[in-house]
């Protein structure tokens, strides 16, 4: 396993990102399509299109010290390892 960082933004510029477990050769655009559906943005903005598609991304690796908020796994389903939902 590797952590990268999903990051989920709209046109309002709200973003939303967390560390994500994902096995090693994990497609990344499929672990962002998963959030993508997963999370709502409604605490943002009641819409339920809420993130703009062409900006949602991950990022290849991070170097944290932080501990993954969610964990994709081969499955391809997302566990949510604690209560951190959003970057406020």
């Known amino acids: 396993m590797k952590n990268v960082r999903v990051n989920l933004a ?17 497609d990344l655009e499929e672990v962002v399509e998963r959030f993508y559906d997963e999370i709502d943005g409604g605490e943002f903005y009641q819409d339920p299109e809420y993130w703009e598609r062409g900006m949602c991304w991950a990022d290849k690796e991070v170097e944290s010290d932080e501990e993954p908020h969610f964990r994709f796994t081969e499955e391809k389903e997302i566990v949510d390892l604690g209560e951190r939902r959003n970057n406020g």
């Open 10 to 26: 709209a046109m309002l510029r709200v973003e939303w990102s967390a560390i994500v477990a994902v096995p090693d050769d994990a």
